[in-house]
């Protein structure tokens, strides 16, 4: 049975918390990546840290393809930034602040160093998009968001739209 968990919103402190390493890469730890996916695709979002669904884990999931291809699924449990070239200014948005998008500058070609749910260490370079998702979730797993990369300006504007919406009860 799948478990489609609900996405926690910015201001839950658990997404501005550094989350702990994954020890164990045991059947529960399967079970949470599978959960994880159906909860991403769910929310019809293209990366999801674990932080996100309220779990204070070192763990990301990954499919830029949205489905389209199996083998772009990627599980990144304790990952590390270990190398980062050029430049990408694009779009950037996060199931966790919904409705909101702003541009982020961020390196163009990213190699994270990574378990997989068997425990395995791989590494991976991307561009692109998939770069800009191998940085937005591991920042995650550290507590730290994209709205950390937008002018002050914007930032303080996204936040008192955020608790106008959290007063109305719509956050
Ligand atoms: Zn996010």
Not at 5 to 24: F, R
Not at 78 to 87: D, F, K, L, T, Y
Not at 147 to 162: G, Q, T
Request: hydrophobic share 40%.
């Amino acid at each position: 049975m799948m478990k489609i968990y609900p996405i926690v919103k910015y201001g839950d402190p658990v997404l501005e918390t550094e989350a702990q390493p994954v020890t164990a890469f045991d059947d529960e730890l399967k079970k949470l990546v599978a959960d994880m996916f159906e909860s991403m695709y769910a929310a019809k979002g293209v990366g999801l840290a674990a932080p996100q669904i309220g779990i204070s884990l070192q763990l990301a999931v990954i499919d830029t393809t949205f489905k389209e291809d199996p083998k772009a699924r990627l599980v990144l449990a304790n990952p590390q930034i270990v190398r980062m070239e050029g430049r990408q200014q694009g779009e950037e948005g996060c199931l966790s602040i919904p409705e909101f998008r702003e541009k982020v500058v961020r390196p163009k070609r990213v190699t994270v160093r990574a378990q997989d749910e068997n425990g395995e260490w791989y590494e991976k370079t991307g561009e692109d998009l998939l770069a800009r998702a191998f940085l937005h979730e591991t920042d995650h797993l550290h507590g730290k968001l994209y709205i950390s990369y937008v002018s002050a300006l914007k930032r303080d504007l996204m936040k008192r739209k955020i608790r106008k919406l959290q007063r109305s009860g719509e956050w």
